[in-house]
């Protein structure tokens, strides 16, 4: 069965905190995404990645950052959490060229900045 | 502005009801896929229509890829609580892809 696992389903923060949300994948896929999700917006990509330390902006990449180190594992980072970061975060991955195929999606990330 | 809009926002309807929700665009795209996202989950590739006109039918969910390629519909027959989630359209942008806000359908038992 393949899977997208997200390190943490809920997590709460404080304002300045540092945030780190780790993504797996078991399909080596090149592939990788970070959304966000907020009710009335849908999915605005953050960043993505179509290989191993290769990353590019999305639509929304204002305070944040990610990590590729190995092709499996994608990382989102908030250097300094604010308040207006409260969302649910969802990785996916596909296989092959960008804006073909499937995205598969983790189950998602609940972040609550205080 | 959203590049893909959906109608309705919010419906709720009693199981066993028909419905359709609508995914437009004033853009054209190549293709549109239909994900449904559960409560708690992330969201999951119903199908992808790829040709102007195309209707592709899942048991009761029935898919429509309007001439133009700027629109889609989703028809629901006879609807059952197991089909309650958000539903979201998502077409090729760029490198990317983009997705609408998404209709979000509670059906009751």
């Known amino acids: 069965d393949v899977k997208v696992t997200q390190s943490s389903r809920y997590l709460v923060k404080r304002t300045g905190e540092k945030v780190f949300l780790e993504c797996v994948q078991d399909m080596d896929h090149e592939n990788m995404f970070w959304y966000r999700q907020d009710p009335g917006l849908g999915l605005r990509l953050i960043y993505f990645s179509y290989d191993v330390k290769m990353k590019e902006k999305g639509d929304i990449p204002e305070g944040y950052s990610v990590s590729r180190e190995k092709k499996e594992r994608f990382s989102l980072i908030l250097e300094s959490a604010s308040t207006n970061q409260t969302s649910m975060y969802l990785c996916a991955s596909r296989r092959g060229v960008l804006n073909t195929g499937e995205l598969f999606f983790g189950e998602g990330s609940r972040l609550t900045v205080l | 502005t959203q590049l893909l809009e959906q109608s309705p926002q919010f419906l709720s309807i009693q199981e066993g009801e028909n419905l359709t929700v609508y995914c437009n665009s004033s853009s054209v795209f190549s293709s549109l896929q239909w994900y449904r996202q559960e409560p708690g989950e992330g969201p999951v590739l119903l199908v992808t229509v790829v040709t102007g006109g195309e209707v592709k039918k899942l048991k009761r969910l029935t898919f429509q890829f309007g001439d133009a390629r700027k629109d889609s519909s989703l028809h629901i027959t006879a609807a059952q609580p197991g089909d309650t989630g958000l539903y979201l359209c998502?077409?090729?942008?760029?490198?990317?892809?983009?997705f609408g806000p998404g209709t979000r359908l509670s059906v009751l038992p």
């Open positions: 998502a077409g090729p942008y760029g490198q990317n892809f983009v």
